[in-house]
């Protein structure tokens, strides 16, 4: 049994909140002593959530870092763009660090937090939940065994549902590059791009090309008679499929740590108030045609690898039904599933008569929602964390710094391949 490990929460959003949950789950594992946010009322709610004083209640990272070591590690959910800036001076300071992804949101940022994590040997483990997972934890351990071969290609796709999009990539915070600093396909896909380099685990990326564009949510789209707010000028509105008022008044739980963000500080907000927060100013209420989203809905990706392994990734925005699928194919075989099935076939040529091949599947069942979202990897993560951060050794999903850089890497050139039209050749590390 490990020892138990203290965390602080530094940026108490969804993500962190949810990963410091595990604290209540295991007790004896991890506790959570101090929390860094801005705002006030979270503050305040951490600190009572998690039972800890109001002297561990920090504003920002400077306050932290002025006092001795607090905490063996830190649960850093800030937002894209603060993730280097606030993780440097932890680092500094003697934390292990559980990051949010993306690391970062540019290439030299990258590789400074790299650097700094090696000056001072800590433990930096990134947020790329999905290789915990059973789904996609199986499938590494079957290609780690040898059962396909060398890889030769791998496709992932990823569909990002209509409600989903609107609420983060088109009303939502991560609807603008220059606001976030974060593209799309980095903020949203970044867990695919790592889970393409992982199953090549050791083989470089050295070139990506892509392609994409917003052609869905933009004003040219517009219906006629639509408004600005949905809920205040449209005439359209009840026929659309993107209304407010059925994305957040009809599904109240589904997206509301986003939407109802700034009635938070009411304990059971009415469905009056809900109302009246999309009609007068909240970017919810928005008409997904007619807000100020520059990022794309919809890209795509091809990687070659240095053994000549390629790797295709497909992200599209606004689909019916939210999927994400992997196809490996290698020498010996290959292994095609659904996330959201949680179940994947392995094939092998076969020359029996009567046969073209032979295949079998592998069905994990249900996914126990103990352990989140994510196919079930979100608090698997955590779990790992904790472990590791006790002195245990990693397990096959580890998502060290180190193992996580060229997914990243292959993301930032993706999206300059696509900015500049051209292949772009991705630099040994």
């Known amino acids: 049994m490990t020892k138990q490990i203290t965390a602080i929460i530094v940026g108490a959003g969804h993500r962190a909140l949810y990963y410091a949950s595990y604290a209540k789950m295991h007790p004896e594992s991890?506790?959570?002593?101090?929390?860094?946010?801005?705002?006030?009322?979270?503050?305040?709610?951490?600190?009572?959530e998690f039972g800890f004083s109001g002297a561990y209640c920090f504003k920002n990272?400077?306050?932290?870092?002025?006092?001795?070591?607090?905490?063996?590690?830190?649960?850093?959910?800030?937002?894209?763009?603060?993730?280097?800036?606030?993780?440097?001076?932890?680092?500094?300071?003697?934390?292990?660090i559980l990051l949010e992804k993306p690391i970062s949101v540019n290439e030299k940022d990258l590789l400074k937090l790299l650097?700094?994590?090696?000056?001072?040997?800590?433990?930096?483990?990134?947020?790329?939940?999905?290789?915990?997972?059973?789904?996609?934890?199986?499938?590494k351990e079957y290609l780690k065994a040898g059962e396909l071969g060398q890889l030769v290609n791998i496709q992932t796709t990823e569909h990002v549902s209509y409600h989903h999009m609107a609420v983060g990539f088109v009303r939502g915070k991560w609807n603008r590059k220059d606001k976030n600093n974060s593209s799309m396909l980095m903020s949203k896909s970044c867990h695919d791009l790592d889970l393409i380099s992982w199953m090549e685990s050791g083989i470089r990326p050295v070139a990506v090309s892509s392609f994409g564009s917003n052609m869905q949510f933009n004003k040219k789209n517009a219906p006629k008679g639509s408004g600005k707010y949905c809920l205040l000028d449209c005439k359209v509105e009840a026929k659309c499929p993107y209304s407010a008022r059925k994305h957040y008044i009809w599904h109240p739980d589904r997206w509301s740590f986003y939407a109802w963000a700034s009635l938070e500080h009411i304990a059971k907000p009415t469905i009056k108030q809900k109302i009246e927060a999309l009609k007068s100013g909240s970017p919810f209420g928005r008409c997904v045609y007619r807000c100020d989203n520059n990022v794309v809905d919809h890209q795509s990706v091809v990687v070659e690898f240095e053994d000549g392994c390629t790797a295709t990734h497909n992200m599209i925005g606004g689909v019916a039904k939210p999927t994400r699928s992997i196809h490996l194919i290698g020498t010996k075989g290959e292994i095609q599933g659904?996330?959201?099935?949680?179940?994947?076939?392995?094939?092998?040529?076969?020359?029996?008569?009567?046969?073209?091949?032979?295949?079998?599947?592998?069905?994990?069942?249900?996914?126990?929602?103990?352990?989140?979202?994510?196919?079930?990897?979100?608090?698997?993560?955590?779990?790992?964390?904790?472990?590791?951060?006790?002195?245990?050794?990693?397990?096959?999903?580890?998502?060290?710094?180190?193992?996580?850089?060229?997914?990243?890497?292959?993301?930032?050139?993706?999206?300059?391949?696509?900015?500049?039209?051209?292949?772009?050749?991705?630099?040994?590390?």
């Open 30 to 48: 991890l506790k959570i002593v101090g929390v860094v946010d801005p705002n006030e009322f979270r503050r305040r709610m951490a600190a009572k």
């Open 61 to 96: 990272v400077k306050e932290l870092v002025k006092l001795p070591k607090l905490a063996d590690a830190i649960i850093n959910g800030t937002m894209d763009g603060d993730h280097v800036s606030t993780t440097l001076p932890l680092i500094a300071r003697g934390y292990d």
């Open 115 to 139: 650097k700094q994590s090696r000056k001072y040997r800590r433990k930096v483990m990134i947020c790329h939940v999905l290789r915990y997972a059973p789904f996609y934890q199986k499938i």
């Open 338 to 429: 659904v996330l959201e099935e949680n179940k994947f076939v392995i094939r092998k040529i076969d020359n029996r008569p009567g046969h073209e091949y032979s295949g079998k599947t592998v069905d994990l069942g249900s996914v126990s929602a103990t352990f989140g979202g994510h196919g079930g990897g979100d608090l698997r993560m955590v779990k790992d964390f904790v472990a590791v951060a006790g002195g245990a050794t990693p397990s096959i999903s580890y998502t060290s710094i180190e193992d996580s850089i060229y997914g990243h890497l292959i993301g930032f050139r993706a999206d300059l391949s696509m900015e500049k039209r051209k292949i772009a050749v991705i630099p040994r590390i």
